[in-house]
Every structure is written in C-alpha cells, then in structure tokens.
C-alpha cells in the first residue's frame, strides 16, 4: 500500500505515566490534523519506558512543519520527558548500498525499490569488486568500484564516505568488508545490515558449510543495526527456514539467501517507514 504524500510521523520513548496518549492527541486534533494509524508498548504496568508510534496525515495543517515540531516540544515533549522523532512522508529518504560479490540481496532490494514498494531514493551502490556493474546499471543506478585491501583501507574508506554524503541510509548487502569504528562512529543507527544467520552463529567464513558440518535442523539470518562491535548490533529482524540431513551445502545456500534477503528487505523498509525505537541495545519494531 503507498503512503500519501501528505503522511507524517512521530516516534516517542519517555518514561511512562498517565495521560500520554491524551496529551499527544489532543495536541495533534488542535493543530488540525488526523491521526490514522498509533501503536504503543510499555516495558511494565508502572514506571516502565514508554514507547509509541503514530502516522497522521497533514492536508489540513494549520501552521508549518517546523512550527509544529517546535510547539510539540515545548508543550507536550518537555512536560512528559520526551525522547521523540517527527518525520514526513514527503521527505524521501536517500539510501546507498554497499555490496561485495552475493548479488541476492542487492537485487531483492533493486527489484522492490523499482516496484515503488520501498519508499526511498536509492542514489548508489558500491562494491570493493567490480563484477556487479552492469546489473546495477540495468536499474538506472550509480556504480561505483572502490577496491579494498589490507594496504589501502583507511584510504578506501575516506572515499566511501566521500560517496556517502548526502544519504540517510547506508545498507550493507553482503559486502565482505568491517568497517571501522570510525567509519561506524559516523553513521550512528544509519547503517543496517544482513547476516547469515541467527547472530552470533556461524560467524567468518562458509557459513552454511559450517551449519552442514552442525547437523543443524534450522537456518536464518538477522537484520540489524551495525555498531563498533561487530554483529552485536540492535536486531531489527529475523526468520529461519527449516532443513534436514538430506540437504546440502549448495541446498543450504539457497535457502538461507532467500531468508535473507526477505529479512533484509524487511528491515529496510521498516526503518524507512519509521517504524524502528532503538532502545539501548535492543529494538522496538512497530510493524
């Protein structure tokens, strides 16, 4: 379902109290708009961490954007100690996508990107191998190859995020390289990420032959949020598949490529769609 253009967002965590839900939507019905869609959790009965989502729509707005975030935090936010987010639908989100040489993902997210199902500009991808051009280039996408070794990674990086600038998302499909700390530092929340398994499984090298080598029964992969410490990231999704002894590595693979890039897909357009609380190390997804 597309999202009109005239649809806004607001995310709040606070501590929890009384009277919340009112405050907000009676400030909300004051300045002239419609609320169509709210969500909410509480982490316990009393004096927990609230959190809420709602969507409404601003056709009939009566003062500006900016007029209106300001007002909310002065007579709403503060009073209830608000930790809070307003977005418009309107602003599309500029997204890059940094790959390596699995194409399964990247394409999962071209495809539904050029179906208009994930509401986003995507600007660029780039790799650390050039194998993919053409078939980035088939969609209308910049390509950009920016080789990385041992030697060159500092410098490597730079022109990354030299590329990067300008974007609000920055989506790693499979690329084969870990970032920096610095690199991460300055992405905070803005970089996702999928891994190839229920973290922290099967982590470096041949996954899938390493879960053969297990016996295991199930396969998965987790989206998430890429932080300093490696795959320890806030999760924002994950799925499994089921398999048996008479699958193979190759078997294996398949499968565990198409939960991937459903979960990937997934968590990118709930980010998009400000659906994502990250709440210490964890998520609240509102989907």
Same mark, same amino acid.
């Given at each position: 379902?597309?999202?009109?253009?005239?649809?806004?967002?607001?995310?709040?965590?606070?501590?929890?109290?009384?009277?919340?839900?009112?405050?907000?939507?009676?400030?909300?019905?004051?300045?002239?708009?419609?609320?169509?869609?709210?969500?909410?959790?509480?982490?316990?009965?009393?004096?927990?961490?609230?959190?809420?989502?709602?969507?409404?729509?601003?056709?009939?707005?009566?003062?500006?954007?900016?007029?209106?975030?300001?007002?909310?935090?002065?007579?709403?936010?503060?009073?209830?100690?608000?930790?809070?987010?307003?977005?418009?639908?309107?602003?599309?989100?500029?997204?890059?996508?940094?790959?390596?040489?699995?194409?399964?993902?990247?394409?999962?997210?071209?495809?539904?990107?050029?179906?208009?199902?994930?509401?986003?500009?995507?600007?660029?991808?780039?790799?650390?191998?050039?194998?993919?051009?053409?078939?980035?280039?088939?969609?209308?996408?910049?390509?950009?190859?920016?080789?990385?070794?041992?030697?060159?990674?500092?410098?490597?990086?730079?022109?990354?995020?030299?590329?990067?600038?300008?974007?609000?998302?920055? +989506? &790693? =499909? *499979?690329?084969?390289?870990?970032?920096?700390?610095?690199?991460?530092?300055?992405?905070?929340? %803005?970089? @996702?990420?999928?891994?190839?398994?229920?973290?922290?499984?099967?982590?470096?090298?041949?996954?899938?032959?390493?879960?053969?080598?297990?016996?295991?029964?199930?396969?998965?992969?987790?989206?998430?949020?890429?932080?300093?410490?490696?795959?320890?990231?806030?999760?924002?999704?994950?799925?499994?598949?089921?398999?048996?002894?008479?699958?193979?590595?190759?078997?294996?693979?398949?499968?565990?490529?198409?939960?991937?890039?459903? +979960? &990937? =897909? *997934?968590?990118?357009?709930?980010?998009?769609?400000?659906?994502?609380?990250?709440?210490?190390? %964890?998520? @609240?997804?509102?989907?």
């Amino acid at each position: 379902m597309s999202i009109p253009n005239t649809t806004a967002r607001l995310l709040i965590t606070c501590p929890d109290k009384p009277g919340i839900v009112s405050a907000v939507s009676s400030f909300l019905y004051n300045h002239g708009v419609n609320i169509t869609d709210l969500d909410q959790h509480s982490t316990q009965a009393e004096d927990g961490t609230y959190f809420m989502r709602l969507e409404f729509q601003t056709p009939h707005l009566e003062h500006s954007r900016r007029v209106l975030g300001k007002e909310f935090g002065e007579t709403v936010a503060t009073h209830y100690n608000m930790d809070w987010r307003l977005s418009f639908a309107a602003d599309v989100k500029k997204v890059a996508i940094l790959v390596s040489r699995f194409d399964h993902a990247l394409l999962e997210l071209l495809w539904r990107w050029s179906r208009c199902t994930l509401p986003c500009q995507i600007t660029s991808v780039i790799s650390n191998h050039p194998d993919l051009e053409n078939d980035v280039k088939s969609f209308g996408v910049q390509f950009h190859h920016v080789p990385v070794t041992k030697d060159n990674k500092v410098e490597a990086e730079a022109r990354i995020n030299e590329l990067l600038q300008g974007n609000d998302l920055v +989506v &790693l =499909a *499979r690329y084969m390289q870990v970032l920096s700390s610095d690199f991460v530092a300055k992405w905070p929340h %803005k970089i @996702i990420n999928i891994h190839h398994s229920f973290l922290p499984a099967f982590v470096g090298a041949n996954p899938y032959q390493q879960a053969h080598d297990k016996g295991v029964k199930l396969i998965g992969a987790t989206a998430h949020y890429v932080t300093a410490d490696l795959d320890q990231g806030p999760i924002i999704e994950q799925d499994v598949d089921r398999v048996t002894h008479r699958d193979e590595v190759d078997s294996l693979r398949d499968m565990g490529q198409d939960v991937e890039r459903n +979960v &990937l =897909a *997934r968590a990118v357009k709930w980010h998009l769609e400000e659906r994502i609380i990250v709440h210490g190390n %964890k998520t @609240i997804v509102f989907n």
